[in-house]
Nanobody, 125 residues
Framework: QVLLVESGGGLVQAGGSLRLSCAASGRTLSRYPRGWFRQGPGKEREFVAAISINAGSTYYADSVKGRFTISRDNAKNTVYLQMNSLKPEDTAVYYC??????????????????WGQGTQVTISS
């Protein structure tokens, strides 16, 4: 069984930065695409960023493009989300996920089979 554990969330002021990490244990996830999603208060879970197996392809939601960067270290089975220029509307629980088509990285929640428990990110204005 795959276990994903997020870390790095917290409370920061608008304009600040955070770096989220998602470590995987159990069966290696280095062979799977990885994604980050978030769910704000009263909102549905939405796509944030995704990265292919070899990190050759990355995808971002328009709302975070140019501010967030997804990366991965397959040797450590870990994926990262560097978040800069944070805004109050980035406030949400952030989830990492693994799975989806092996030749790319999906932006669809339904394509991912393994999920972390989430980490809270709160941005104050």
């Amino acid at each position: 069984q795959v276990l994903l554990v997020e870390s790095g969330g917290g409370l920061v002021q608008a304009g600040g930065s955070l770096r989220l990490s998602c470590a995987a244990s159990g069966r290696t996830l280095s062979r799977y695409p990885r994604g980050w999603f978030r769910q704000g208060p009263g909102k549905e879970r939405e796509f944030v960023a995704a990265i292919s197996i070899n990190a050759g392809s990355t995808y971002y939601a328009d709302s975070v493009k140019g501010r967030f960067t997804i990366s991965r270290d397959n040797a450590k089975n870990t994926v990262y989300l560097q978040m800069n220029s944070l805004k109050p509307e980035d406030t949400a629980v952030y989830y990492c996920a693994a799975g989806g088509p092996l030749t790319t990285a999906s932006v669809r929640t339904s394509d991912y089979r393994s999920w972390g428990q989430g980490t809270q990110v709160t941005i104050s204005s």
